[in-house]
């Protein structure tokens, strides 16, 4: 295949995930305040907004550890549209608890009470007469009935994961599967229920934003959660023994900031497998995310190329090994799968040659993290003036960073001098906006900032805390938290470095023709 050219065109966002947007009801939604936020964003003069998986998560509340690949987080169902709809009243909703901090996220109390609210809808709902729901449901045969099948085994199973099912299902024996369908047939439409109302809801937001001229970066970890739909139903595509357990499972090595790596314990694909197939199973997942987002972020792209294999017995990523992935053979069958929507390559880590190579072939932009540009020397390639061409982003930190404040609040004194410096700013107080700026002057075509930045938050507002549980992923906006004044302060920086939404043409001058006489 011939390699892919692709732009983003110089512009400027927002990360900020569905769960984190302001609502009523425990955590962010497709209602009101999504489109508040599509309007504060177009006002602002962005051209992006980013946001974190929105699949079903599940124990730990990740969005990089969801129950499919393909689903929708029924969370982000925003209830007043069902109350519009006549499914739930007013009295449903407020009759239940969903946290008492407007600014946190209680996902024990959202679990215990939002399913509750969402049957009554699927209760009152005539939505199977529909075209709209025959039509989704044509549209997703690939997983939607063995994702609703799972997840109403699952609640059968008080919600243990499939591997500790009982035999004949977890091994999907053909006369179980059967049995199951029927036991379950209510609960299987209720799943597919939430699927529906989720895409129906996603889908008119997305085109609110799009008419707006915003563009929807998605993001999509690059393995999935053993406790899936997905390793369930096609666990042949997945490094698993014959009693369907992991031989191998994902994380990275030790480095100078974890001493053991990182085990995070996805099951690993079979690349074989994979490609004996075709990587149907990518072509699928890459084709739903295309009509998900304009922009697909690939996090851990690195482990495209080569990927870090942990012994499933070993309890750190010490005993680890590298091992070769399928490289162009699936970057080739991603982009005949994805239509006119992009690709983003999270290339953060130990980037080998290899890695460099393929990028350049796909044509695919990486990133730059402002945060790490201070600790080394002028030379570090995150600098902005180290820059050698457009085709990237730049980030001042992501989900799994420290906020800018946090950070240089714990950095030590040398790096913050050379910040202040090469900022040219006098204190450390003036580097967060100062990195902000500096992102908005570079060079590269996309800056993205964290909401959490935006607003000069600290280490209290930080979203995930890697190979940590218990505080992650919660953190939300407050109602007018992100204010005119952010606004105006971001449209002037979009304004003033050519990342306005409307950009005016580039005046070139007339060149004058030398003539002897």
Not at 94 to 103: I, L
Not at 162 to 180: H, T
Not at 419 to 442: G, H, M, Q, T
Not at 468 to 496: C, K, M
Request: proline share 4%; charged share 25%.
């Amino acid at each position: 295949m011939s390699k892919c050219v692709q732009s983003l065109g110089r512009g400027a966002g927002i990360l900020l995930p569905i769960s984190s947007l302001p609502s009523n009801y425990g955590i962010g939604t497709f209602g009101r305040e999504a489109y508040q936020f599509v309007d504060a964003l177009a006002e602002a003069q962005q051209t992006f907004w980013q946001v974190l998986p929105v699949g079903p998560t599940s124990f730990g509340d990740s969005p990089y550890q969801s129950f499919s690949a393909f689903a929708g987080n029924p969370y982000f169902i925003d209830l007043d549209y069902l109350v519009n709809e006549g499914l739930i009243t007013k009295t449903d909703i407020t009759s239940k608890e969903w946290g008492d901090n407007p600014e946190d996220i209680s996902y024990a109390t959202i679990f215990e009470n939002r399913f509750d609210v969402l049957r009554t809808a699927f209760a009152n709902s005539k939505h199977k007469d529909t075209e709209a729901y025959k039509e989704f449901c044509n549209n997703s045969t690939y997983w939607l009935d063995d994702y609703s099948l799972y997840m109403a085994i699952k609640c059968k199973f008080n919600n243990d994961e499939w591997s500790l099912w009982d035999d004949d299902i977890k091994y999907r024996e053909e006369a179980a599967l059967k049995k199951y369908k029927e036991e379950l047939a209510e609960d299987i439409d209720f799943w597919k229920f939430c699927q529906f109302k989720f895409f129906e809801q996603w889908n008119e937001l997305k085109e609110y934003a799009n008419e707006k001229g915003i563009q929807i970066i998605g993001d999509i970890p690059l393995y999935v959660s053993m406790d899936s739909s997905d390793v369930w139903v096609h666990g042949r595509l997945f490094e698993l023994d014959e009693r369907k357990n992991p031989i191998n499972v994902a994380g990275v090595p030790p480095d100078c900031f974890s001493e053991f790596g990182q085990r995070w314990g996805n099951p690993l694909y079979d690349w074989d497998a994979m490609e004996k197939e075709d990587f149907s199973w990518w072509r699928e997942r890459m084709k739903a995310n295309a009509n998900l987002y304009d922009v697909i972020r690939i996090d851990h792209f690195i482990g495209v190329v080569r990927y870090y294999r942990i012994p499933s017995d070993c309890p750190t990523a010490v005993d680890g090994a590298w091992k070769k992935g399928p490289g162009k053979k699936l970057t080739d069958a991603i982009v005949e799968s994805i239509g006119e929507a992009k690709i983003i390559a999270e290339d953060l880590g130990i980037v080998v040659q290899s890695v460099r190579d393929l990028m350049a072939e796909t044509g695919w932009p990486g990133m730059k993290i402002m945060q790490f540009a201070f600790g080394s020397n002028s030379m570090n390639d995150n600098l902005p003036h180290t820059y050698t061409n457009s085709n990237m982003l730049v980030y001042g930190g992501t989900h799994d960073n420290e906020t800018l404040v946090g950070y240089f609040e714990n950095a030590d004194e040398e790096e913050i001098a050379f910040a202040c410096k090469y900022l040219n700013v006098e204190s450390v107080e003036e580097i967060p906006d100062a990195i902000i700026r500096s992102a908005y002057a570079s060079t590269a075509d996309v800056a993205i900032m964290q909401m959490q930045d935006i607003l000069g938050l600290d280490n209290s507002a930080r979203m995930n805390l890697p190979s940590s549980v218990g505080q992650n992923w919660r953190w939300r906006l407050a109602p007018g938290q992100f204010t005119d004044e952010h606004i105006d302060y971001l449209r002037e920086l979009a304004e003033t470095y050519g990342r306005e939404l409307d950009k005016p043409e580039i005046e070139e001058e007339d060149e004058e023709e030398d003539t002897e006489e």
